[in-house]
């Protein structure tokens, strides 16, 4: 009992402060231990998994979480990137 209450005391300090709820990341997603620099921000940790698209092994700049942006290999965003532009050809 104890437990939950200490539990809606974090969502309710949390809503308070405008924030959510962390979401989980997604099954088969891990933390490399590394950062690197995007182009818009700085330190951004590095995560390991596999494509939402074809499975391949890849590594984003972002940490993927349920409901969130999925995750791609380089191969797979470029053609995503190709096929809104219209220049991707089937």
Do not use: M
Not at 8 to 32: H, I, Q, S
Not at 48 to 61: F, H, K, L, S, T
């Amino acid at each position: 009992r104890a437990d939950a209450d200490a539990d809606a005391e974090d969502e309710d300090a949390l809503a308070r402060r405008g924030r959510k709820e962390p979401k989980e990341t997604l099954e088969g997603w891990a933390f490399t231990g590394r950062h690197q620099n995007t182009y818009s921000k700085k330190g951004q940790p590095v995560h390991e998994g596999a494509c939402d698209n074809c499975g391949r092994r890849c590594e984003v700049p972002f940490r993927p979480v349920i409901g969130g942006k999925p995750p791609t290999c380089s191969t797979c965003r470029k053609n995503d990137v190709e096929k809104r532009a219209g220049t991707w050809a089937a």
